[in-house]
């Protein structure tokens, strides 16, 4: 999908880490914090994203997309995450689900994808249900023909903007006893009759909440069915995998910031807390991680642009994913220790900040289905 690449750290590189940089500060930093306690999206914040040409950024210019690749996406992800990695996941959303329509949509998709790129049409991505949240395959929900339409019956967990989204792309079982190979992607208007989206309280992602939409008869036009399905969302996950531990080397870097400060600046026994070795050697540990995380993400999204078969960046794509989802979360319990019992008060931001990561060991392809991955990569016959 993507063009011609910039050089590693290019003049081109560094100029979209700046604009990506100056968006966050400018769009998510002013902003999260009150979303966060309102657990309410703030359209207006996509709006602004699509207006500095951050939505998109890997679709192809046919549709108005940036025509970039993984490495900017994660760029994006990074830099926006350093701000809220939560409202930052809502533009990962965009990409992942503009992608399905600019990749295989025609027509109408096609449009639906330029409307996404220019702030007019939000997006949500809806493949988990209630049995099927790894096991993607044991999805219900499905899609039978009725004249020139598609009816949809059954019920998606967990949907990211379920409710704020004007579309959702949704996976249905087209073809009852096919498995995974009956399945398609409709791309389906929130306001359509039938369709009721009711919150899932939880405490991470607040700012992007989650949803659980019944479907209950609700007619698709057939013009809204792509050409998309089960392998092309298995595929797509690995693009967003890259995403996702991008996602949490920013707030990574964020959270071990604020300690070092806080490390610096807090005294007890009459001395700075980070003058004892054995505060001190967390948070050079948690460094270590994050500078782990960056070489690997960053090797991943260059290995998936240079256009290398999926079979062979999978392997870079799980253990960046896995080590990321996996240092995020000591990084933060870092944090949280080093902030003692103020760490643990809403005066202070650590908590929020080990909350908000406990979501990474299980969205996109939990700890065990990246080990699975990485394992049968490896050659072990693990099932
Ligand atoms: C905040 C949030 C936002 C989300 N946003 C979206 C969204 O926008 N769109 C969307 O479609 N989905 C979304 N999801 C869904 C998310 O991807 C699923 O929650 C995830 O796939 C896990 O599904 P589950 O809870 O059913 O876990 P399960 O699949 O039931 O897994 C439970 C546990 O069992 C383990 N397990 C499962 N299978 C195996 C195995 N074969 N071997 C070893 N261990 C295994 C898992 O690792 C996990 O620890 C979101 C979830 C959350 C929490």
């Not at 990506?20 to 309410?40: M, N």
């Not at 999926?310 to 896995?322: C, N, R, Y």
């Amino acid at each position: 999908m993507a063009g011609p690449r910039a050089p590693a750290n290019s003049v081109e590189e560094r100029a979209f880490r700046d604009l990506c940089a100056a968006f966050a500060r400018r769009e998510i930093a002013p902003r999260w914090q009150q979303a966060d306690r309102e657990r309410l999206f703030p359209r207006e914040f996509y709006q602004a994203a699509a207006r500095a040409g951050l939505v998109g950024v890997a679709l192809p210019a046919a549709v108005g997309g940036a025509d970039l690749g993984a490495t900017e996406e994660a760029i994006l992800l990074e830099e926006a995450s350093k701000a809220n990695p939560n409202l930052a996941v809502a533009l990962l959303v965009q990409e992942v689900a503009g992608g399905l329509l600019a990749e295989f949509g025609q027509g109408e998709q096609l449009d639906l994808a330029r409307a996404n790129i220019a702030g007019d049409c939000l997006l949500a991505i809806a493949v988990t249900e209630p049995e099927a949240g790894n096991d993607v395959q044991n999805l219900r929900t499905h899609a039978r023909r009725d004249g020139a339409d598609w009816v949809l019956s059954g019920m998606k967990s967990f949907i990211t903007l379920g409710a704020e989204a004007d579309v959702l792309v949704l996976l249905a079982q087209t073809e009852p006893g096919a498995g995974r190979r009956g399945m398609r992607f409709f791309a389906v208007d929130r306001r359509s009759a039938g369709l009721r989206a009711t919150r899932i309280e939880t405490q991470v992602n607040r700012p992007a909440p989650t949803y659980r939409i019944v479907l209950d008869e609700v007619r698709v036009p057939g013009r809204r069915m792509m050409e998309a399905g089960f392998g092309e969302i298995m595929a797509g996950f690995n693009r967003e995998r890259i995403m996702v531990a991008a996602r949490w080397l920013g707030h990574m870097q964020t959270a071990l910031g604020w300690a070092v400060e806080y490390a610096r600046t807090r005294t007890a026994f009459g001395r700075p807390i980070g003058a004892n070795q054995s505060i001190a050697f967390q948070l050079a540990q948690a460094h270590a991680d994050v500078e782990a995380v960056r070489h690997l993400t960053y090797h991943a999204a260059r290995r998936w642009d240079s256009g290398l078969p999926l079979g062979e960046v999978i392997l870079d794509v799980s253990t960046a994913k896995l080590l990321a989802t996996q240092a995020v979360v000591r990084v933060t319990q870092t944090a949280l220790h080093v902030g003692g019992g103020w760490g643990l008060t809403e005066e202070l931001p650590a908590m929020r900040y080990a909350l908000d990561a406990l979501v990474a060991p299980v969205t996109v392809g939990s700890w065990e289905i990246q080990l699975r991955a990485i394992a049968r990569q490896m050659g072990l016959p693990c099932d």
